[in-house]
């Protein structure tokens, strides 16, 4: 994940500091003075600002580069929130202590930095948190960045053909900072904006307590602990990563787990003992009915893990952005979120707004893909690959179209990559990964590693595992492994490549 996002940022470092005003290129050797701020220091944050870093000294050397992070660290989700509030207030990371990563390390890798040796294959979020740091101080990154800076808005002073952003910051004092930048990226992750299900009768049905203990319906976001549920009987709802996880956990305290599930899991299959059951049609007073007739009764929790809105409130605030839930029309001016889908955004990267150049505003991170497809050097792309506006939205058009005659509705699965296809970007990319052989697929390595770890033999599979060949090869030789083994025992498994929560 971590190689695509950095293969992105060279082509947005490319793009964004040769390509001028529509038609007119410029040389990197020139002096040109350029102002870009980059928002979020996560994965994709540090990539960019990394990226731009590594452009020549002398062709950089009057540019005003700046990250603001409105928490105390990098790391994005990886950083843990110190003190959690309840809802409605919305947590830092919806990270939770017992967090493993779903994606093996060679995949969250940036290029030319392995993890430390010894590090598992799948880690708990103590060794990546870690990681974003130690890339940070081997860089030096550390200099552009503000940390406890919160960018409230942005807005673009100028015309189509030229100008700048207005950021309004809050500094770490509760001072408001007003400041100028050419370019614009927006690395804030997806996480921000929990996605809340309402079902028909919950009201009353939260309402009517037994025995002093107050039923619950909350958020995954606000998952932390699953020994908060000794003795209870929880629904989980979603199919994604964390609805299994959250659930898998829990189930080792509670006294009765079920995974509630739309149509089908899409994060793997959960451990422990918990029962499926389908989508949840309403509530009664006392009772959990589901689409199939079937109901449970004394359920004391309900855990949503639904996923998130797609938001963008800086931009948003500025007008830049507006929200429309459910909707597939934009003005020319601005682009336009219905909560799955910001559109319009060539190659899910540029924003093609009319209102500024199409190089002006970039967003990184927006389609989740587990796939690490580089670890050499990162892609250089010609400037002339940005189109005139109207012929990129022509592509993002027939992109569009693409997908539904494939039976998918664009603006309802939003920045996803279905049927293991991409545009035409990520196409080539996972072409050029196949080309280098490839990487095993994902849900057969995991189950691997799991059984390495059962059975005590993780670090004896660790050991001299240093280069990011080494990390591949592991990765190569747990998947034929497995493989191996669930052969001669006759058992199937729905490995997919892409996994989506």
Known sequence: MVGFRQSVCSLLGYLFFRLSPPGCYHDFKQDVPKSVVIVGAGSAGLAMLKTL??????????????????????????????????????????????????????????????????????????????????YATHYDLWPYIKFNHSVLSSSWVGTPHAGHWEIVVEDHNGDRIQKSFDHLVAAVGLSYAPHMVIFPGQETWLENTKGGLQREIFHSMWYRHPSWYVNQTVVVVGGGASGVDVSSQVSQYARKVYLSVRSSLRGGMPTGPVEMKPEISHFTLDEVIFTDGSTVQDVDTIILATGYDLRVPFLEEG???????????????????????????????????????????????????????????????????????????????????????????????????????????????????????????????????????????????????????????????????????????????????????
């Open 53 to 134: 870093l590594a452009l020549p000294v002398e062709s950089r050397s009057e540019w005003d580069i700046v990250l603001y992070e409105r928490r105390r660290d990098v790391g994005g989700i990886w950083l843990p929130d110190p003190s959690p509030p309840p809802p409605p207030k919305l947590p830092e990371t919806p990270l939770y202590p017992l967090l493993h990563a779903d994606t093996p390390v060679p995949i969250m890798t940036y290029p030319h930095l392995p993890f430390p040796p010894s590090t598992p294959l799948f880690p708990s979020h103590e060794y990546i948190e870690r990681y974003h740091q130690d």
């Open 319 to 501: 007008g830049e952005v507006i929200v429309k839930p459910g909707s597939n029309e934009t003005d020319e001016q601005r682009l336009t979120t219905n909560l799955r889908y910001l559109f319009p955004l060539h190659k899910h990267i540029f924003s093609l707004s009319a209102s500024y150049p199409t190089n002006a505003l970039a967003f990184i991170g927006l389609p989740g893909s587990p796939f690490r497809l580089s670890t050499r050097p990162s892609i250089i792309v010609n400037g002339s690959l940005l189109a005139p506006r109207a012929e990129l939205l022509s592509e993002l058009a027939d992109s569009e179209e693409d997908l539904r005659r494939r039976g998918y509705d664009p603006y309802y699965i939003g920045h996803k990559m279905v049927d293991n296809s991409a545009f035409d970007y990520q196409e080539g990319l996972i072409k050029t990964l196949r080309l280098k052989e490839g990487l095993p697929k994902q849900n057969i390595t995991f189950r691997g590693w799991k059984r390495l770890e059962a059975l005590g033999l993780a670090e004896e599979w660790l050991a001299g595992v240093e280069s990011e060949d080494e990390w591949a090869d592991l990765m190569r030789r747990v998947n034929a492994w497995q493989r191996d083994w669930e052969t001669v025992h006759h058992l199937v498994f729905p490995d997919v490549i892409l996994v989506y929560s």
